[in-house]
């Protein structure tokens, strides 16, 4: 089983970017999904989660009404749209995969910063 995260970079404050993080290996319309990640010498925070239908979709409080998680069963892939970017958003982005089997991506670097 395989989460591979891609879609990082440096963006400028109030820019947008788009991860994305394709899943094999397992049955991915079964797994509730998670976008986390971690900032230098900080734990790592959820951002959000959607369930397997994508009906619900709970935002961290620092990010809601930027952020926007979605998914594609079909293309076995989840998504992370983040809008008007802050410095603050620095951070290594991971995707998590969560049912019967939990399963973590390598993680993509997102940069915020003029």
């Known amino acids: 089983a395989q989460l591979v995260e891609s879609g990082g970079g440096l963006v400028q404050p109030g820019g947008s970017l788009t991860l994305s993080c394709a899943a094999s290996g397992f049955i991915f319309s079964n797994y509730y999904m998670r976008w986390y990640r971690q900032a230098p010498g900080k734990e790592r925070e959820l951002v959000a989660g959607i369930n397997s239908s994508g009906s619900s979709t709970p935002y961290a409080d620092s990010v809601k009404g930027r952020f926007t998680i979605s998914r594609d069963n079909a293309k076995n892939t989840v998504y992370l749209q983040m809008n008007s970017l802050k410095p603050e958003d620095t951070a290594v982005y991971y995707c998590?995969?969560?049912?019967?089997?939990?399963?973590w991506g390598q993680g993509t670097q997102v940069t915020v910063s003029s």
């Open positions: 998590n995969a969560i049912f019967i089997r939990t399963y």
